[in-house]
């Protein structure tokens, strides 16, 4: 085969021999990064003596069967991290249990108790700094006490309130004191912005509305006129409602056989279409001679009759 024609196998064009470059980085890279793998997780020290006490404690365990069956029933508990650091418990062969209030407990308690010195002075650091048991089962969440110890433990944890022993599982109600305040009822027709103020939920702008609903209507005849107050929300007239009154009071009222449409359309509860129908009528058949003809305007429903009667009359 002619030299020219091997050549053509070694010749690449310039996007070919960058991808070349490209993929021989990598292979590259490939090799080279688990030797960098040290310098980012380096080798955990273990002390030796630590670890000799370890294996120490676990063939004491392997051999004394009694300890393992009658001090941790939990079938998980040697396949979890604590087994590992349990050269550090307590010099007692078997934890006791007793009543204990984690909170005041000594040293000395904790050990009684088969907690590790490790992790009795994290407890002690925790307590040193402000740190405390609210309930029992906080004792859980300390680094370095197992579940199974937790679960060993909680129903044994009395923790002291106010000088007061209380069971681990008795909670104590407190009961607020009721305190009855006897508040003196508002006259709807007598009180001015300050008085109407002193209502819960009421504020400047409320009382405000309701003064100028009053003087526009001239005057309440009940109570629940209060509530159609302009913005005033129902759930708060609900709860001022008992504190008002409806005293002996007259209301303005307005003449419809003498004023005309403007007048009668400025009250509230004439719109300009009864008013102008009042007018018409009372140009057409002559006065009314009582207040109980306006029912005979086709405007006139029973429900609008009834509110708005004890502002009318025939003057």
Known sequence: MP???????????????????????????????PYLFPYFNPPVQIDPG??????????????????????????NYFSNDYSINAANRSTNSHPQTFYFDPNTASSSDWKRLGIKERTIRTIQNYLSKGGKFYKPE???KIWGISPSDAKRLVPYVVI??????????????????????????????????????????????????IVNFRNKLGGFYSVDQVGETYLLPDSTFQKIK?????????VRKVDINTDGIDELKSHPYINYNLANAIVQYRQQHGNFMKVDDLKQLMLISDEVYQKIYPYLSVD
Do not use: H
């Open 160 to 209: 002291k309130t106010r000088d007061k022993q209380t069971s681990t599982y008795e909670k104590t109600a407190y009961i607020k004191p009721v305190t009855l305040v006897l508040k003196k009822s508002i006259d709807i027709n007598l009180a001015d912005t300050t008085a109407f103020k002193s209502l819960p939920g009421i504020g400047s702008r409320l009382s405000q509305r």
């Open 138 to 140: 906080d004792i859980g």
């Open 242 to 250: 008992s504190l008002l009154i409806a005293g002996d009071f007259q």
């Open 50 to 75: 630590e670890f000799a006490a370890d294996v120490a404690l676990l063939q004491n365990l392997k051999t004394d069967t009694s300890y393992v069956s009658n001090s941790y029933k939990d079938e």
């Open 3 to 33: 030299w020219y024609d091997v050549s053509e196998y070694f010749s690449f064009t310039k996007k070919e021999r960058k991808g070349i470059f490209i993929i021989m980085g990598c292979i590259l890279l490939v090799i080279f990064v």
